[in-house]
């Protein structure tokens, strides 16, 4: 267990015992936050606040006779599909790059670029939901665990939203939204 002390008390301690722990065996140990931990929180939510408010992305839109959408925009590096299916009530979001085939959504690309990706792609959805009538969207759930938390942890930031068992997803659960 951690405890968290103001600095100048943490300091203090450290010079007297030289350890962090109060009871070692335990795990019970203070710490204080520093201008450098201050500065890195800082730094993650202006990174969080440029994903959500997104960066205004070129992209080259095409409709099936469906109502399914490809829109396809690119990052500094590389080029990514984002597409949008229509299923008469939710349009289903997936992305992934341009080159895979559909279905070839669960692939992590590993570019080290999830921040660039997500601002352009919030943009990408708010300009082009502008275009739709008044629409729900869904995030299914993915076999990648880490995927589906980043989803779950993005969707504190839209207006309104919920998640719901379904069928339409191997795990049977999505999650639905409003922009």
Same mark, same amino acid.
């Given at each position: 267990? $951690? ?7 943490? @300091?203090? %301690? ?6 962090? %722990? =109060?009871?070692?065996?335990?795990? #019970? ?6 201008? !450098?931990?201050?500065?890195?929180? @800082?730094?993650? #939510? ?10 205004? *992305?070129?992209?080259?839109? +095409?409709?099936?006779? $469906? ?14 599909? +984002?597409? =949008?299916?229509?299923?008469? /009530?939710? #349009?289903?979001?997936?992305? /992934?790059? $341009?080159? #895979? ?7 992590? *690309?590993?570019?080290? !670029?999830? @921040? ?12 082009? /939901? ?8 869904? @995030?299914?759930?993915?076999?990648? $665990? /880490? ?14 939203? %919920? ?12 999650? %639905? +939204?409003?922009?």
């Amino acid at each position: 267990m $951690e405890i968290l002390v103001k600095l100048k008390h943490f @300091i203090k %301690y450290q010079n007297i015992y030289q350890t962090a %722990y =109060l009871d070692k065996k335990n795990g #019970y140990r203070i710490w204080a936050r520093t201008k !450098e931990n201050h500065l890195s929180k @800082i730094e993650d #939510y202006n990174s969080i606040n440029e994903m959500l408010d997104g960066t205004k *992305t070129d992209y080259n839109a +095409f409709k099936d006779n $469906e109502n399914n959408y490809k829109l396809l925009f690119n990052t500094k590096t590389n080029s990514y599909r +984002f597409d =949008l299916q229509y299923d008469g /009530s939710v #349009y289903h979001l997936m992305f /992934s790059e $341009e080159h #895979y085939r559909n279905g070839d959504y669960e692939k992590l *690309t590993n570019y080290k !670029e999830s @921040i660039e990706v997500f601002s352009r792609l919030a943009y990408i959805l708010k300009d082009f /939901s502008a275009k739709l009538d008044d629409v729900e969207f869904c @995030i299914g759930a993915t076999d990648n $665990e /880490s995927k589906n938390r980043l989803y779950e942890y993005f969707m504190k930031y839209t207006k309104s939203w %919920y998640k719901k068992d379904t069928k339409e997803y191997d795990l049977g659960w999505a999650l %639905y +939204f409003i922009i």
